[in-house]
């Protein structure tokens, strides 16, 4: 049982106690509205700094994380976090730094922000950069805002974006939310975007046509040059959804594809922390003749000096408070560093190589509705464990009893009982070898009592819960 941290409190204890001050008290109603005071107790809970540190130590150690245990979650690529980009991220210059300081005492900041531009520039192939977007999705709405400027400055009126059944659910909500109708073309028998539905689509009204590539069920859009081809004679522009760049570092970019705009996920793919809320980052890179309408500020260069150039004719305006979220951008710096050009390429092809060797591991065990060669991930069904009574939600839930983080279940929507996982490059064999063999385990399990997997977890600080229920009325005082 965890309790809360309240339960915990004792009147009178404390973890530290300060001097006093020699500074007289103020009546505060002199200098604060009487409206805006508060006049009750604020209840903190009362705590030794020892209870503190042992409350929240094991606290942490009650939940999953990548630092200490396999976590294949497809399409969001939980990769290691390498403690020398928090080492990097901590120094102080970067810490104690202030984002209203004066440009010319932060020098050494716009610096790395500005090197930092162009090595992504060089990663993707795109002519411009901009730092500013919190995170993916954010960095999604900032393209698709540039999208929507574009085509009202050049006088078109478009009001549609195309996007695959395979795609992330932030890409339709994205586009409707910058005001565009979006349309589904489905992919075809080998997992891949149908030309032809793309060719029925396509049309005047088409602003762009959204894509991630590799697609959510890790396979290469092998016909991209045609797709890019087919948008661009139809005026519209071709966006990169930069979630599964991981897999292609290296070897190729999305401007030898023919997109226009790419945002990049710099918490899959340059290894900074991922989930809790933030804080993220999701720059946006574009071609040339779009270079203007970026959200500012941008970090331009002088050939003596760095700077913050909001002198951008056609810009989106600002997405983000100040430039972004720094200490993010400092770990992606630091990582992209240590890696260097062949380092990166070597993360993709060991990335492709981990997935593949899952797959053909599992492939007679699971149903593989796509048996392909994959990029860095993979989808699985689970529609043979639900015939015998366990579908895939009960195999998610059974894997963390082995101390293992489920990979994505029921996406992409196209798969049922989809089961998508990625390793990611990180892992060891040792790693993809035991998941190889728990995953096989299950599966004798549930041949041989499916009730009794239907149980689990049972080894978990949460046993199994119901999920609606857990929802709508969470207990957050006590967790069983």
């Known amino acids: 049982m965890a309790e809360v941290i309240y339960t915990k409190s004792k009147t009178g204890r404390r973890g530290v106690k300060f001097p006093a001050s020699g500074v007289a008290e103020k009546d505060l109603s002199k200098f604060i509205a009487e409206n805006l005071l508060n006049k ?21 150690q009650k939940n999953f994380s990548i630092d200490n245990v396999f976590y ?14 928090e080492y990097t991220a901590g120094l ?23 090197n930092l531009q ?116 139809a005026g519209a522009l071709l966006y990169y959804d930069g979630a599964n760049l991981n897999a292609i570092m290296g070897i190729t970019k999305p401007r030898i594809m023919g997109f226009d705009i790419v945002h990049l996920n710099l918490h899959k793919t340059f290894s900074t922390p991922h989930g809790g809320g933030g804080p993220g980052a999701g720059p946006i890179g574009v071609t040339e003749n779009l270079a203007d309408f970026l959200p500012v500020p941008v970090v331009g260069f002088n050939g003596e000096k760095y700077f913050l150039n909001y002198d951008l004719k056609d810009t989106i305006g600002k997405v983000k408070a100040y430039y972004g979220n720094f ?5 992606a710096y630091t990582y992209i560093l ?34 392909k060669i994959c990029m860095h991930e993979f989808v699985l069904s689970g ?41 990611t490059e990180t892992e060891s064999k040792e790693t993809l070898d035991n998941f190889i063999e728990v995953m096989k385990e299950i599966n004798r399990e549930i041949d041989e009592d499916p009730e009794l997997v239907l149980e689990r977890p049972v080894k ?3 046993s199994r819960v119901d999920e609606t229920l857990a929802a709508r009325q969470p207990n957050l005082r006590f967790c069983e």
Do not use: W
């Open 460 to 462: 978990t600080p949460v």
């Open 338 to 371: 240590m890696m260097g050009g062949k380092g990166l390429r070597q993360v993709s092809e060991d990335a492709v190589l981990n997935a593949n060797y899952l797959k053909e591991k599992l492939k007679n065990t699971y149903k593989l509705p796509y048996d």
């Open 40 to 60: 009750a107790k604020i209840k903190l809970p009362e705590l030794t700094e020892l209870d503190v540190m042992r409350y929240f130590t094991n606290l942490s």
């Open 383 to 423: 529609d043979l464990q639900k015939e015998k009574g366990v579908n895939t939600m009960g195999i998610a839930k059974r894997l963390m009893d082995s101390n293992i983080h489920p990979p994505t279940v029921y996406f992409p929507l196209i798969v049922h009982e989809a089961m998508m996982i990625e390793p």
């Open 118 to 233: 162009e090595q992504l520039k060089e990663i993707t192939g795109m002519d411009a950069i901009s730092l500013q977007p919190a995170a993916g999705a954010h960095g999604e709405f900032a393209g698709m805002l540039i999208v929507k400027k574009y085509f009202e400055k050049i006088g078109e009126k478009r009001t549609k974006v195309i996007i695959p059944d395979s795609a992330h659910g932030t890409n339709p909500a994205t586009a409707k939310m910058c005001g565009f109708d979006t349309v589904e073309i489905k992919s075809n028998s080998d997992g891949l975007v149908d030309v032809e539905e793309l060719k029925r689509v396509l049309d005047n009204e088409t602003a762009a046509i959204m894509m991630t590539n590799p697609n959510t069920l890790g396979l290469f859009e092998e016909n991209i040059l045609e797709f890019s081809k087919l948008v661009h004679e």
């Open 327 to 331: 200490g993010i951008l400092v770990r």
């Open 92 to 114: 102080d210059g970067f810490t104690n730094i202030h984002p209203e300081q004066n440009e010319e005492f932060a020098q050494g900041a716009l610096e790395l922000m500005y």
């Open 72 to 85: 294949p979650l497809g399409s969001c690529t939980m990769k290691y976090n390498p403690k020398i980009n």
